[in-house]
T-cell receptor
Framework: AQSVTQPDIHITVSEGASLELRCNYS??????LFWYVQSPGQGLQLLLK??????LVQGIKGFEAEFKRSQSSFNLRKPSVHWSDAAEYFCAVGAGNNDMRFGAGTRLTVKP | ETGVTQSPTHLIKTRGQQVTLRCSSQSGHNTVSWYQQALGQGPQFIFQYYREEENGRGNFPPRFSGLQFPNYSSELNVNALELDDSALYLC??????????????FGPGTRLTVL
């Protein structure tokens, strides 16, 4: 069955430092992969998505993600984190039947 | 253009009661999906409505039901509430049925507490 694992529950980085959030998926075919961000009291906002083609995907707010089929990974990166990036981040896979499977999320804290 | 709105923001119910949550989709969107997000977890897909018909359902019991209206707004109904139903309920809307092709936009959610 399709599933997503986010190994890191909570990550703390200093403002200006680089960031990488990990995501591993399980899916039989070519997956449709997504990264969402959720701030307190807000709905989920799509950062980027991968369907096919170039394995390095650019998103909003300076985020990018790289699809690695050999590692079943779709890690999210940002070269320099801003305090406003503190939020919960979710990786998701399109699971057919109009379903999306989300990981449990990674909470990002940004230190001044 | 308004985004996805949900009402109420917060709700407290007791076990065994019934609840109705409401969602207004973004203008031009004909598909609404509902998700349950328990504390500390990612959203779980409940079901999706397209043009007033359910056309996809996750692993939720029949006491979770829904409706979509001609203006594409939607309701989520939960009967016989259980303590484990306490969660944030998210509504998302988009055009078309496949979340892989058309971005879905999420509302801020309704926080349901079951005592």
């Amino acid at each position: 069955a399709q599933s997503v694992t986010q190994p890191d529950i909570h990550i703390t980085v200093s403002e200006g430092a680089s960031l990488e959030l990990r995501c591993n998926y399980s899916y039989g075919a070519t997956p449709y992969l997504f990264w969402y961000v959720q701030s307190p009291g807000q709905g989920l906002q799509l950062l980027l998505k991968y369907f096919s083609g170039d394995t390095l995907v650019q998103g909003i707010k300076g985020f990018e993600a790289e699809f690695k089929r050999s590692q079943s990974s779709f890690n999210l990166r940002k070269p320099s984190v801003h305090w406003s990036d503190a939020a919960e981040y979710f990786c998701a896979v399109g699971a057919g039947n109009n379903d999306m499977r989300f990981g449990a999320g990674t909470r990002l804290t940004v230190k001044p | 253009e308004t985004g996805v709105t949900q009402s109420p923001t917060h709700l407290i119910k007791t076990r065994g009661q019934q609840v109705t949550l409401r969602c207004s989709s973004q203008s031009g969107h004909n598909t609404v999906s509902w998700y349950q997000q328990a504390l500390g977890q990612g959203p779980q897909f409940i079901f999706q409505y397209y043009r007033e018909e359910e056309n996809g359902r996750g692993n939720f019991p029949p006491r979770f039901s829904g409706l979509q209206f001609p203006n594409y707004s939607s309701e989520l109904n939960v009967n016989a509430l259980e303590l484990d139903d306490s969660a944030l309920y998210l509504c998302a809307s988009r055009t078309g049925t496949d979340p892989s092709y058309n971005e879905q936009f999420f509302g801020p959610g309704t926080r349901l507490t079951v005592l």
